[in-house]
């Protein structure tokens, strides 16, 4: 089993800072694909940003958003700058087994339990 607890949320300014970080444990972690997913009231999750040994992101956070990841932590971040009050959603950390960067959402195997960003104008 794999679990997945993300940490770092909370209520930031608009063009503020929050650094999100995801912890691992089970499964062979460097094998993984990551990702960032982020569901806002009332609406679908989607994605934003992905990692293997490169990266993918939303068109919406490209140049605002970095993922990373840490193997010999068993850890992914997501440092997001220049927040808009349109990134207010719960952020949630995922993994799929074995490399696959572009991976859907239902192709994900493991899942967090989120954690709220709250952007205010």
């Known amino acids: 089993q794999v679990q997945l607890v993300e940490s770092g949320g909370g209520l930031v300014q608009a063009g503020g800072s929050l650094r999100l970080s995801c912890v691992a444990s089970?499964?062979?972690?460097?094998?993984?694909?990551m990702g960032w997913f982020r569901q806002a009231p009332g609406k679908e999750r989607e994605f934003v940003a992905a990692?293997?040994?490169?990266?993918r992101y939303a068109d919406s956070v490209k140049g605002r958003f970095t993922i990373s990841r840490d193997n010999a932590k068993n850890t992914v971040n997501l440092q997001m700058n220049s927040l808009k009050a349109e990134d207010t959603a719960v952020y949630y950390c995922?993994?799929?087994?074995?490399?696959?960067?572009?991976?859907?959402?239902?192709?994900?195997?493991?899942w967090g339990l989120g954690t709220q960003v709250i952007v205010s104008s």
């Open positions: 995922a993994a799929k087994k074995r490399y696959l960067l572009l991976a859907p959402i239902d192709g994900y195997d493991y």
């Open positions: 990692i293997t040994s490169v990266t």
């Open positions: 089970g499964g062979t972690f460097s094998l993984y694909t």
